[in-house]
């Protein structure tokens, strides 16, 4: 089969899977909404078409639908699609099938932000907006800035002090939320939960306040595909290409991490989801970015929103936080990875 028409095939087949995940999503849950209500409830918001679908549903049903479940299927595919779509990026500069959107601090600068917002300003609100995602954003970006600077101290930010400096800042601040959390008290609860990655009370802001950061950091990776596939050959073949190195990582790093930051302030820490996408999607349609990137965040957004779904459904009436669940797939698959490197590295 021509490269290009397999890979418009793969495309398609993603498509179709996003539309009947979110037709299923919808329709799940605690209360199970009919298809034919789910349809309906959609249509009758098309302009176009609003006129002639008759109303047979229940307001309740199109509560569900329209203030629940589909801001919150929006937002569990856009927190994953920027995962994966950062996982790209990360395990490009590292060269590393192993990184992942949390390997330079993003998500232990995130939990400080989250945990500061809950214990000082909880119940506050900026324009509309409640502490929690704006200290997360903050705080994830401010760490990854950090561990730059670190990294950058020796004079320049190569990928192995990028990785280890994201690793001593990432240890440190960990240490400062556990002892937030030893005198949080009451609170206690609510930061032990977005620390484990949940969508339970997310709703259209959450999807307004990720959407524009989320869109910005995919087109500032996108600009960047190039010279990452040459980066791949080595510093010094990207070097002598004519690939400014040092501003390649600059825009990588800043992409990838406004992604990260984007996805964490609204769902929490949600893990694996940045490493597993990407190795799967590499193994169907191979190392190029310029393929690599957008299939990811597509396949990415489809995981977490299946992943959700499920999360939902599995101890209904109540539900589990998807970062547990990811948890769970992912670290079997962490291992499988290890283990499959480890046996390469030996017969090499």
């Known amino acids: 089969m021509d490269a290009k028409k397999r890979i418009a095939r793969i495309y398609l087949i993603l498509l179709v899977l996003a539309l009947l995940g979110t037709f299923f999503s919808l329709g799940v849950g605690a209360v199970k909404v009919p298809p034919s209500d789910i349809l309906k409830i959609i249509l009758s918001r098309v302009p176009a078409l609003k006129d002639k679908v008759a109303p047979t549903w229940t307001e309740s049903h199109e509560v569900i639908i329209l ?3 589909l801001p919150r299927i929006i937002l569990t595919f856009l927190v994953g699609a920027e995962l994966s779509a950062a996982g790209v990026i990360y395990q490009g500069i590292f060269r590393n099938p192993l990184a992942d959107p949390y390997i330079i601090g993003a998500s232990s600068g995130a939990s400080l932000g989250a945990a500061l917002a809950i214990l000082l300003f909880s119940g506050m609100s900026l324009l509309g907006v409640g502490p929690i995602p704006l200290f997360a954003f903050t705080g994830s970006l401010l760490t990854v800035i950090v561990v730059y600077v670190v990294a950058g101290i020796t004079g320049r930010a190569n990928s192995n002090t990028l990785l280890l400096s994201g690793v001593a800042v990432s240890s440190f601040i960990s ?50 595909l190039r010279a990452l596939n040459i980066f791949q050959l080595g510093e010094n073949t990207a070097f002598f290409t004519g690939v400014d190195i040092e501003l390649m990582k600059k825009i990588s790093l800043a992409a990838a991490s406004l992604l990260t930051a984007s996805a964490v302030s609204v769902s929490g820490v949600i893990g694996f989801v940045g490493l597993i996408i990407p190795h799967v999607v590499r193994m169907i349609v191979g190392p190029d970015h310029r393929k690599l990137y957008p299939m990811s965040a597509l396949a990415g957004g489809i995981y977490l929103m ?27 698959f962490f291992l499988y990875i290890l283990m499959r490197n480890a046996k390469r590295d030996f017969r090499l």
Not at 178 to 207: A, N, P
Not at 307 to 324: C, F, K, N, Q
Request: hydrophobic share 50%; charged share 10%; aromatic share 16%.
């Open 67 to 69: 203030k629940l479940r």
């Open 175 to 224: 240490a400062l939320v556990s002892f937030l959390m030893y005198f949080s008290d009451q609170k206690l609860h609510q930061i032990y939960f977005w620390l484990l990655g949940s969508f339970s009370s997310q709703g259209w802001k959450e999807v307004y306040i990720n959407l524009p950061y989320g869109i910005a950091g995919f087109l500032v990776g996108l600009c960047n």
């Open 306 to 332: 299946l992943a959700d779904t499920v999360s939902r459904i599995v101890i209904a009436p109540t539900e589990l936080p998807v970062g547990i669940l990811t948890a769970l797939f992912g670290g079997p």
